[in-house]
Structures are given as C-alpha cells and as structure tokens.
C-alpha cells in the first residue's frame, strides 16, 4: 500500500503548484467558441448499437425535465439507466423498464471527514444501500466532504476510513458498492463545475482512502471531468486505477459541457481504454447541456462513448 502520510504531503505541494498554473492560465486565456448543436444523430431511434459499455444519464444535469421524460428519451436513444434523481422519482422510472446506476446518500458538503457528520453520513449510506436493494442499483455515493479548520490531514484520512469502515459491513451484506467521487477543487465558476475546498481532490489520496477501508465493496468513482482538470494523463489514470474503479462519470471540458468539438477531451480513445480494462459497470453522461436542444446534445454524447 502507498504511504499515505507522503500522498498528504504530496498533495500540500500539488495545491500550492495547481493553483499558481492557474492563475497564470487565466491570466492569457482567451475565450473558446460556444458549442452549437454540431453532428448530432437526428431522428429518434436509438444511437448505441455497440453496447461495450454501459451507459447512464445523471438526472440533475438535465432539469427542469422531469425524470419520468428524461427516462422515456433515454430509453429510445438507448441508454439503460440514470442516476441523480429524486428517490420519490424511482418507483415511475423503473417501472418504464429503466434502471437505477447508482444512489444518493449524505452529499459532498458533509462529509465523514468531519466526526460531526458521522452519524449522518452512516444513515445516509445506509438509506442509499436500502434503495439500491429495492431498485437493483449496482452502487450508493460517499464523498469525503469539505476541509475543515483544525482537523489535519492525518485526521480527516483517519476520520472518513474509520466512519466507512462502519457502514460497509452493511454494504456486503446487501451487496451493494460504495463509491468515492473525487472531485476537482480547481474550478470556482459554478457551484456544479467545481467544488473549491472539497478534501478528496487527488486520485492517489483516494485510492489510499480505498485500500484502508479495505473492501472489495468501497471502490472509487472516476469522473472523467474532475480527473482531467486535477490530474489529465487520462488514459494512464485509468489503466492504473481501474482495479478499484466502480462507476465513471463524464463532461466535456472546459465548462462541464457536452463531449463535442469545444472541449479538450476526446472521448472515443478514452472510452475504448475503459472497456479495454474489462469494466462492466456504468458510465454516466453528467454534463450540463449548452445546445438548444438538450436531447440532442444527450443523443450525440450516447453516441460519442458507444465505442
């Protein structure tokens, strides 16, 4: 196992480096175009025809639609599942024949970091590992939650290990994963594109977080998004850390806009080197739509990733 004492350290010195590039980078940056509605599939049929790869949708990106719309679209462009919508929401949305990729819990605010929250992140999991069982979802959320005044890095690694060693004996029972999100602490512009201040921001304090928890049940969320502004190199982070991965995420960046030509991620290698790991869970498009038609832009990110 890694030391996790030297990632800490090694992290202080990553936030002091990242957050000098940054200013430099905003200081000579330029505007890039804003997306327009580029190739997208125009009919209504469905665009994933390959199926290496298991897709979701996450609900919140995709509001004021409901969830019960949100289902029906993706269930003729033909992804399989969604994920980040109401609990109440479950019971119509399954009943469509949709199915539920991964559960809420406590949220990424409060966290397990913090002893505080310690009664309530472990009947939020809890909760999340109920509903999962009911609607056969594969996973339940955990984030480590906001840095906090006076608790080291040293505490919080050993606060959020010792809460979730407490609730995923729960978990295996049901058998039910727990996924940790890592999260990028670098972008300020919208309170869903970055989250400043968030204690899980590197991968490899992370993994370290995993392999205490020490369970083939507690694995990592990889969001694609967040993974290339923190650390980029995505392909090499996703054959090294696939071992643990649970669930992925995507988003086009910068902005957290869809997987179209305005954004510096090229999705299709990465994707192929995600099924190349043999992973069989689900990859959900979590960005939040720019073009007119929000449907559209949904049916060209399906179709990007269907490898």
């Not at 980029?232 to 869809?258: C, F, M, S, W």
């Not at 869970?281 to 979590?286: D, V």
Request: negative net charge; contains cysteine; proline residues 7%.
């Amino acid at each position: 196992m890694t030391n996790p004492i030297t990632n800490l350290n090694r992290r202080n010195w990553l936030r002091s480096g990242v957050a000098t590039a940054a200013a430099l980078l905003a200081a000579g940056s330029t505007a890039l175009p804003t997306a327009t509605a580029a190739e997208a599939p125009d009919d209504d049929g469905p665009v994933i025809t390959n199926r290496r790869i298991r897709q979701s949708v996450m609900g919140w990106c995709f509001k004021p639609m409901g969830s019960v719309e949100l289902a029906k679209h993706c269930q003729q462009i033909g992804i399989e599942a969604i994920e980040g919508i109401p609990a109440s929401d479950y019971p119509a949305v399954t009943k469509l024949g949709m199915k539920i990729s991964l559960t809420g819990s406590h949220g990424f605010a409060k966290g397990p970091l913090d002893p505080d929250n310690h009664a309530m992140v472990e009947a939020k999991l809890r909760e999340g590992i109920d509903q999962a069982v009911q609607f056969g979802a594969p996973n339940v959320i955990t984030f480590t939650g906001m840095t906090k005044t006076g608790i080291s890095e040293q505490a919080a690694f050993k606060n959020c290990v010792d809460c979730w060693k407490r609730v995923v004996p729960y978990a295996e029972e049901k058998g039910v994963g727990i996924v940790l999100e890592h999260l990028n602490t670098r972008d300020d512009s919208h309170p869903m594109k970055g989250h400043p201040g968030y204690w899980g921001d590197d991968l490899a304090l992370c993994a370290d977080l995993i392999k205490a928890v020490d369970s083939p049940q507690f694995k990592l969320l990889f969001d694609i998004y967040h993974v290339q502004i923190m650390h980029g190199d995505l392909i090499r982070n996703i054959r090294q850390y696939h071992p643990i991965v649970g669930h992925y995420h995507t988003a086009g960046n910068p902005g957290r806009k869809e997987l179209d030509e305005t954004q510096e991620i090229f999705y299709p290698p990465v994707i192929r080197a995600i099924v190349e790991t043999g992973y069989k869970g689900y990859l959900a498009q979590e960005f939040i739509p720019t073009w007119d038609d929000p449907v559209a832009a949904l049916r060209h990110a399906a179709k990007v990733c269907d490898v």
